[in-house]
RNA sequence: GUGGGUGUAGCUCAGUUUGGCAGAGCACCAGGUUGUGGCCCUGGUCGUCGCGGGUUCAAAUCCCGUCAUCCACCCCA
């Protein structure tokens, strides 16, 4: 591979065929299930003011301070690209006001990042994410949850494990913090060198430092749950008993942190053991923003849906991809039958077969060889002699029986092979797909 | 932003230690079969050795710089 000029930016990349194919089933599984919750797509600008995610996502944030693109628009306006997608559908919700409420929206699209590209993270990347309006309570949480176990299941991905949180209300923050600052004053020597900056930066985060020593320390610290509000605490056990109703399984750990300002109670994330060290395949709980003085409450998750695929080719290995369809190849031998063939071809795919042939015919081996590059499921042969007679050579490509047919019998065979068509057993579509190795 | 690995044919990679004609497998094209693919056999096409500079009679190989990519940290999906 040379360099020059012919790669995508860094970090971005052109995603095409093969594994195209099982983006798409990925994303018609999804758009099925998630309209059996009441949700409907939106489709937000990739662009925003700044201020759409800085005000949302926090100031202070990495995802902010450190990751978005950032640029003037030709009339000095302060955009970006967006970073992740539930701002800008905030920013819709607080504009049409208290018809928002209830609203059950999602989306699917690229998002971007300007971070250092490793495994499982790209600058563009796509996310599928849900957003419900309102509805604060912890029913509107545990559905979402429910809805992606839904789709996780649909795709067949399994080995996922679910860790739950809550962050609590907002008014509970500062009684966290100082609870928090209290308990790890006397350990805060023997803290590694970023939790002692964290400390007074965001003291949230020395929970879930990967350092043996801080994770020791923090093991001895007293739940965060203790330094809430008694609301957020049986918000938090509803939330609970809810999932055990609907028989989801997750683990309640209680140093699970999410980055983001604008998480109020409950919070989740999903992860797989398949990825290395981003293995984090979705993330969700439940948010309020201010939004030109509204307030705007929701509960929602967002999936990163190249990890979902490298998570799901993980769990396939060894299994056929996504087929593409089979088509007949038509092979031409000399002018005349060519040109019947092309007239043939637009015959076939007005009756939605697919099919293709050599736009430069060539030898009938370099043509028959085009067609078993092509997967064809048949070749159709014609020359001098049949375009003559009126017949097609019909070839099996699969056993190389051949046999002649006019032009209804070819027709009927043809439109018959088509309804059992050798689909590969991958592309099951049971509700409860191969995945277990 | 920090640290490490890797850049050689369309793809996967040998060759770099110890400087000496640019390689293999797969793929592609053609022939073996004048109208029959896959398997087999024979032949063929495809290279700024990432890029720029330096050392040398001679550089893919050594030195300096640079870019890209992968992995990890930070953080997130």
Not at 132 to 158: K, N
Not at 213 to 242: H, N, W
């Amino acid at each position: 591979m040379s360099s020059g000029n012919l790669q995508p930016i860094q970090g971005m990349s052109d995603l095409s065929a093969p594994e195209i194919r099982l983006w798409q089933e990925i994303e018609g599984k999804a758009r099925r299930i998630l309209s059996l919750y009441g949700y409907e797509e939106i489709r937000t600008p990739v662009l925003e003011y700044t201020s759409v995610f800085t005000r949302s996502i926090g100031d202070a944030t990495d995802i902010v301070q450190k990751e978005m693109y950032t640029f003037e628009d030709r009339g000095g306006r302060q955009i970006s690209l967006r970073p992740e997608g539930t701002a800008s559908v905030m920013r819709y919700a607080a504009g049409l006001g208290p018809e928002a409420e209830g609203l059950r929206l999602y989306y699917i699209g690229p998002m971007f990042r300007c971070e250092r590209p490793q495994a499982g993270r790209k600058r563009q990347f796509h996310q599928l994410g849900s957003e419900m309006i309102g509805q604060a309570s912890p029913a509107a949480d545990v559905e979402t949850l429910a809805l992606q176990m839904h789709l996780l299941s649909s795709w067949g991905l399994e080995g996922c494990s679910v860790e739950i949180n809550t962050r609590g209300l907002p008014e509970d923050r500062q009684a966290v913090a100082e609870g928090l600052a209290a308990a790890l004053q006397p350990h805060r020597e023997a803290l590694c060198e970023d939790c002692r900056r964290r400390f007074d930066a965001n003291i949230l985060r020395i929970l879930d430092c990967k350092k043996d020593a801080c994770k020791k320390i923090a093991d001895g610290l007293p739940p965060v749950t203790d330094f809430m509000s008694e609301a957020s605490r049986q918000y938090l056990d509803e939330v609970k008993r809810l999932l055990d109703l609907l028989n989801i399984p997750v683990r309640l750990n209680p140093r699970l942190v999410r980055g983001l300002d604008y998480y109020v109670h409950t919070v989740w994330e999903i992860t797989h053991g398949a990825l290395g060290a981003q293995n984090a395949i979705a993330g969700g709980g439940r948010y309020r923003m201010e939004m030109d003085g509204r307030t705007i409450d929701g509960v929602g998750f967002a999936m990163g849906l190249e990890r979902v695929v490298s998570a799901l080719q993980a769990a396939l290995q060894g299994q056929a991809p996504v087929a593409g369809e089979r088509p007949v190849w038509l092979v031409s031998m000399g002018q005349k039958a060519f040109e019947e063939n092309m007239v043939l071809a637009q015959t076939l795919r007005l009756r939605g077969l697919s099919c293709g042939f050599n736009l430069t015919p060539g030898s009938m081996k370099s043509q028959m060889r085009a067609a078993n590059r092509a997967q064809a499921a048949q070749a159709i042969i014609r020359g001098d002699r049949e375009i003559e007679s009126g017949a097609f050579l019909l070839k099996n490509m699969a056993d190389g029986v051949q046999q002649e047919l006019d032009m209804p019998a070819l027709l009927n065979t043809l439109l018959d092979s088509r309804i059992d068509p050798a689909h590969t057993p991958a592309k099951a579509e049971t509700t409860n797909p191969a995945g277990s190795p």
